[in-house]
């Protein structure tokens, strides 16, 4: 039995929409500083592509793995105060990171960080869309541009302060994970006193007027769009750099800057996806993003240096736009499993891009980074699935 309602409050609430964007991007600076570590500590433990692809599956594994179950038991019992224990296990991960001294710490510490958003993203995911005011999109994408942004900004604190500061100042960002635990304390305030308020409004309804198998079906098809956009954006978290320095002999920094300008295209992108969403449906959204980035991923292990640049920037912005719209589509397909489609999305997110960065660590280890790119060009093609989702009206598709 369902104990309260995901309905959303009837106006769009910004400040808790921003707040719970800012505790995303505080949540996914820590995560991305992990990538962007990867090359000091290959120096520093003499770490191979495999080792780094281990961290990273460690990490995206940990989270895959747990996400929708948080998710399928908050559906039933929400956990308000559950987010800033998420953001402390994330805290934790980190100091482990900055003190570990051996490969076993460092895999500890992934570890504990893929706990920590394994919390903290379906009960966050909730947040937004209660918070949406019925601009589902648009709240999705204003949650996860908080994520993008602090994934781009891992880079460059990496390069700026980690870099010439050493690893131990990792340690230092503790204070924005504390930051985070406080803003999360009042989000979680918030969020219970609206579902006091929706328990009284009894079970949400699920009919939508589709037969259960071809649900099922369309959240497979998800599922693997959702794999074809992670398994490439891992290939760039996890090996940008090192493709950079290995075909124009770039220093450590200036790869990592080239990354920023990756993952902020992609946060862009994102906030996009949310908009063109809301005004033209997801479904629109999801075949532009995944089919429509197909021909900039075949260019880009063929350029130069400056045109790999804007391709990035490009494949960023478009890639990226696809997984609010799937989120959006899939809460849909499956009303009242907020919880549910968060953990199962975002895990999935987690989860195939850390299967993916242990497997082409292994290929670069076995035939050169720039091969891999190739491959994974590829990957968008995957989109052409999207003519199997269901289409109907009341979704907006």
């Known amino acids: 039995m369902i104990a ?18 800012l505790c995303h991007m505080i949540n996914d600076v820590m995560q991305s500083l992990l990538a962007a570590l990867y090359p000091l500590l290959a120096q520093e433990f ?14 995206q594994v940990t989270a895959s793995l747990m996400q929708p179950l948080v998710g399928l038991v908050t559906d039933r019992r929400p956990m308000p105060q559950s987010l800033p224990v998420g953001m402390g296990s994330t805290l934790i991960g980190l100091i482990l990171l900055a003190s570990a001294q051996s490969y076993g710490g460092l895999l500890a510490g992934a570890m504990l960080i893929g706990v920590g958003s394994a919390v903290f993203h379906p009960e966050a995911s909730r947040v937004a869309r209660l918070a949406s005011g019925g601009r589902f999109g648009t709240a999705q994408s204003l949650f996860q541009v908080g994520g993008n942004f602090g994934s781009a900004l891992g880079p460059l604190l990496a390069a700026f302060i980690v870099l010439p500061m050493g690893r131990p100042s990792v340690a230092w ?39 259960r198998g071809r649900v099922v079906w369309a959240v497979v098809i998800l599922a693997i769009l959702t794999f074809s956009k992670n398994a490439y954006t891992a290939s760039i978290s996890s090996y940008y750099t090192f493709f950079l320095i290995d075909r124009f002999d770039m220093g450590i920094g200036a790869a990592q800057q080239m990354l920023f ?6 946060a862009a992108g994102v906030m996009l996806g949310g908009l063109i969403g809301d005004r033209f449906g997801p479904l629109v959204v999801i075949w532009v993003s995944i089919l429509g980035v197909l021909p900039f991923t075949l260019l880009l292990p063929h350029v130069g240096p400056v045109a790999t640049g804007v391709l990035s920037v490009v494949i960023g912005v ?3 736009s696809a997984f609010p719209a799937i989120v959006v589509y899939a809460q849909e397909l499956l009303p009242g499993r907020v919880g549910l489609v968060a953990g199962i999305f975002f895990g999935l997110a987690f989860g195939f891009g850390g299967i993916a960065a242990a497997l082409l660590g292994v290929l670069a280890d076995y035939r050169g980074i720039a091969w891999v790119y190739q491959v994974c060009a590829w990957l968008p093609a ?10 109907r009206p009341m979704m907006r598709v």
């Open 261 to 266: 300008l990756f993952l902020a295209a992609a």
């Open 4 to 21: 309260h309602s995901d309905t959303p409050a009837a106006t769009t609430t910004w400040l808790v929409l921003v707040g719970i964007s």
């Open 46 to 59: 003499t770490l191979s592509f495999w080792q780094i692809g281990l961290m990273t599956f460690a990490f």
């Open 173 to 211: 960002f503790a204070v924005l994970a504390l930051l985070g635990m406080v803003l999360l304390n009042r989000v979680g305030a918030w969020y219970g006193a609206i579902n006091r308020a929706n328990a009284a409004r009894g079970r949400p309804s699920r009919e939508i007027g589709l037969p």
């Open 382 to 391: 995957l989109g052409m699935i999207t003519v199997f989702l269901p289409r």
């Open 318 to 320: 478009v890639i990226a």
